[in-house]
C-alpha cells in the first residue's frame, strides 16, 4: 500500500511524499493507492511529552497496571504524542511497554523505579539509599532498558522546608555512572540549592527546576542539557498548598523565577521541554506547551518544547524526509500562530496509517 501525502511543517516548505510500510519515499518511486486529504494542513512529525507518568493520571502512589499503562500509551499516539519520556514510578512496570508495537504506543525512555533517601520522598515509593548507596542503586537502575534514572533530588521535611537528599559528590558520581552504562539522569527538584549542584554535576535533565539561576541555564545550554519546567504541575501544587504557608510561598516565588527565565532559556538555546507529569494526562501535554507560551516562551520555542526538541535532545532524527518513519500529526492552523491547537489534530498518522481518534 503506497498512500500519498502533503506534508507541510511550519515555516518550511510543502513536501509530498508517500507512506509506503511505516516509512516515507518518493512520490515517483511506483504506483499510488491512496491519497490523504492533508492540503492546506499544517504537520509536524510527532508531539512529545518530556515528563510522563504513564503508570498514573494522579499521583496514586500505587504499582504500575500493565493493561492501564498500555490503555494510556494508545491514547498518546491517537493524539499525536508519538514520544514519551517517563520519569519513573513507584516500580518498573512501564519498562514492559517497550515489548509492545510501535503503532500502539510513542516511542518510548523510562526512568522505571525512582531513586531517593528514606524521608526523602513519598515514603515507600522510590527505592530509597543513603548516599553511600546511591552509585550502586544507579548502577542497577542504569542497566535497565529504559535509558534513564531518575533521582528525587530534595523533598520537604515536616517543619523543616526542604531539604537536598543527596550531596553533590554523590551526584556527580551517580551521572558518571549512568552515563557509562549509556543511560541519561534525570532529578526532580522543587527547591532552592538542588538545582544548580545538579547542573554542575553534569544532571542531563532538570524536572520542575523552579530555582534554576541564568547561569545554571548558560551551562545547560552549553552541553545540550534539558529542562522541563512541568508548569502546570507546578501551579496545581501550588494551589493545593495552604494560603499563606511558607511551601505556597516557596512556589510561588519558584513559579515568578521560571517565568522570568523562560525567556533566557529560549536567547541561550537551552532545551525546554513540555512535561504533563500527571497535571494532564500525558496524552493532552499540549496544554503544557500552550502555557508554556502564555508564561515566557515565544510560540514558536514552544511548539519546539513539545516536539522536535525533546526528538532532537534524544538524539531522534525525524522529519518529512525518504527513509524516515512515516509519522506525521496535522493541524487545521499554523501551531506557531495558534500553539491551543496542538491540542486538536486534526490527523494523526503512525507508521503511515491513520490513527483512529478516541
Ligand atoms: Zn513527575
Not at 79 to 94: H, M, Q, R, S
Amino acid at each position: 500500500m503506497r498512500t500519498l501525502v502533503t506534508l507541510r511543517p511550519p515555516g518550511a516548505d510543502e513536501v509530498v511524499l508517500v507512506a509506503e510500510d511505516g516509512y516515507w519515499s518518493e512520490p515517483d518511486a511506483g504506483p499510488i493507492d491512496e491519497a490523504y486529504e492533508t492540503h492546506g494542513l499544517w504537520a509536524l512529525p510527532g508531539l512529545a511529552d518530556a515528563h510522563a507518568h504513564l503508570s498514573a493520571d494522579e499521583m496514586t502512589l500505587t504499582p504500575g497496571d500493565p493493561d492501564e499503562i498500555r490503555r494510556r500509551a494508545f491514547a498518546c499516539v491517537q493524539a499525536g504524542v508519538f514520544l514519551a519520556l517517563d520519569k519513573g514510578w513507584g516500580d518498573d512496570a512501564v519498562l514492559r511497554l517497550f515489548d509492545e508495537p510501535p503503532d500502539r504506543r510513542p516511542d518510548l525512555e523510562a526512568a522505571g523505579r525512582m531513586i531517593a533517601t528514606p524521608g526523602g520522598y513519598y515514603p515507600g515509593f522510590a527505592e530509597e539509599v543513603d548516599e553511600e548507596q546511591l552509585a550502586d542503586a544507579v548502577a542497577r537502575a542504569a542497566s535497565r532498558r529504559g535509558g534513564w534514572v531518575k533521582i528525587v533530588g530534595d523533598w520537604p521535611r515536616r517543619g523543616e522546608g526542604p531539604r537536598v537528599n543527596f550531596s553533590f559528590e554523590a551526584l556527580e558520581a551517580a551521572v558518571r555512572i549512568a552515563h557509562a552504562a549509556g543511560a541519561r539522569v534525570a532529578i526532580h527538584t522543587m527547591a532552592r540549592e538542588a538545582p544548580s549542584m545538579a547542573v554542575a554535576a553534569g544532571v542531563d535533565s532538570i524536572e520542575h527546576g523552579l530555582f534554576l539561576t541564568e547561569d545554571d541555564l548558560a551551562a545547560l545550554a552549553g552541553r545540550g542539557g534539558m529542562w522541563v519546567p512541568t508548569l502546570l504541575r507546578m501551579e496545581a501544587v501550588r494551589d493545593e498548598l495552604r494560603e499563606g504557608s511558607s511551601g505556597r510561598r516557596l512556589l510561588g516565588e519558584g513559579l515568578a523565577n521560571v517565568a522570568a527565565l523562560l525567556p533566557v532559556a529560549e536567547r541561550l538555546g537551552v532545551t525546554v521541554l513540555a512535561g504533563s507529569d500527571l497535571a494532564v494526562p500525558a496524552r493532552r501535554v499540549a496544554a503544557e506547551a500552550a502555557r508554556l507560551a502564555e508564561v515566557g516562551l515565544s510560540p514558536v520555542a514552544a511548539v519546539a518544547a513539545v516536539s522536535h526538541a525533546a526528538f532532537a535532545a534524544t538524539g531522534r532524527d525525524v522529519g518529512f524526509r525518504p527513509g524516515f518513519p512515516a509519522d506525521a500529526v496535522f493541524f487545521d492552523r499554523d501551531p506557531t500562530e495558534d500553539v491551543g491547537i496542538l491540542g486538536r489534530p486534526a490527523l494523526v498518522l503512525r507508521r503511515g496509517r491513520r490513527v483512529p481518534a478516541d
